[in-house]
Nanobody, 126 residues
Framework: QVQLVESGGGSVQAGGSLRLSCTAPGYVYKSFCMGWFRQTPGAEREGVTT???????YYSDFVKGRFSISKDDAKNTVYLEMNTLRPEDTAEYYCAALYCDTRGPTLPTIPSVAYWGQGTQVTVSS
């Protein structure tokens, strides 16, 4: 069973920052694009950001300018740097290995997911 291992969630006050990490097995990391989703109770899981193998990125409108996705190829790890956090960013965040879109990185969608991470909770208080 493929495991994407996430870490870095937690609680922070509004305006603060957190960094999430996601480490994938080498063959997964090299074969797929990577991305992040988030989900609140009762809501659908929504795409947040994608990074492709060339390092090109795509962000949803609700995080653009505040969140940054990056990757370390030597560690098979993807990071999500979250700044200027808002209470509405509170959610369970999921890392995902994505089937790459040949047109370039786009907003990640559930049908594009090959593998999921286990999720990590981010709570932002006002």
């Amino acid at each position: 069973q493929v495991q994407l291992v996430e870490s870095g969630g937690g609680s922070v006050q509004a305006g603060g920052s957190l960094r999430l990490s996601c480490t994938a097995p080498g063959y997964v990391y090299k074969s797929f694009c990577m991305g992040w989703f988030r989900q609140t109770p009762g809501a659908e899981r929504e795409g947040v950001t994608t990074i492709n193998k060339g390092g090109h990125t795509y962000y949803s409108d609700f995080v653009k300018g505040r969140f940054s996705i990056s990757k370390d190829d030597a560690k098979n790890t993807v990071y999500l740097e979250m700044n200027t956090l808002r209470p509405e960013d509170t959610a369970e965040y999921y890392c995902a290995a994505l089937y790459c879109d040949t047109r370039g990185p786009t907003l990640p969608t559930i049908p594009s997911v090959a593998y999921w991470g286990q999720g990590t909770q981010v709570t932002v208080s006002s």
